[in-house]
């Protein structure tokens, strides 16, 4: 949505554009890693990392919060493509997210190497061994990673 707000003192328009966030989800049995965009869309930001089993209420009070017209829910594939055991756990969640909000697009974005590219941006970005270790930094990486391509994605497509 574009807001053009006129300034008479001046003369001039400025141009306010106003978006709705996206949010990122790389599901997991135990925890759950959450990436959000700014509001024009622009930039992924690792979010939080929840237990899966308070995800929805993190995710109910978010929504009370921020605008969100998109959730892109990693998918989880093995490296040769097909489904992993994971998506057994992931279309239950899916279908409940899609019931409780059919106002917001909830979408799948293949998650292959997702936590691959997380440990390398980990060992790349110099924090210590310990910290390393902390599997709820990969999760979170790991959404805004799945985001970040998803976004890209839509902007070559132009979707």
């Known amino acids: 949505m ?4 006129f300034d008479n003192s001046s003369k001039k328009c400025n141009f306010a554009t106003y978006m709705s966030r996206i949010l990122a989800i790389d599901y997991g049995a135990k925890r759950t ?3 959000a965009t700014d509001p024009m869309q ?9 237990a899966t089993s308070t995800l929805f209420d993190f995710i ?5 919060k921020e605008d969100v017209s998109e959730i892109v829910v990693g998918y989880p594939k093995q490296t040769n493509g097909e489904d992993s055991e994971n998506l057994k756990r992931i279309t239950p969640f899916v279908n409940r997210l899609r019931k ?3 106002n917001i697009n909830i979408i799948y974005y293949d998650e292959r190497f997702t936590s691959v590219l997380a440990h390398k941006t980990i060992l790349e970005s110099g924090i210590g061994k310990m910290n390393r270790r902390n599997k709820e930094l990969v999760d979170k990486i790991s959404a805004t990673i799945i985001l970040q391509d998803y976004m890209e994605a839509k902007r ?4």
Request: proline share 4%.
């Open 2 to 5: 574009v807001q053009v707000l």
């Open 156 to 159: 070559m497509r132009n979707i």
């Open 42 to 50: 622009i930039i992924a930001n690792g979010l939080e990392t929840v």
């Open 100 to 102: 409780l909000y059919p």
């Open 33 to 35: 890693g959450i990436a």
């Open 60 to 64: 109910q009070n978010y929504l009370n």
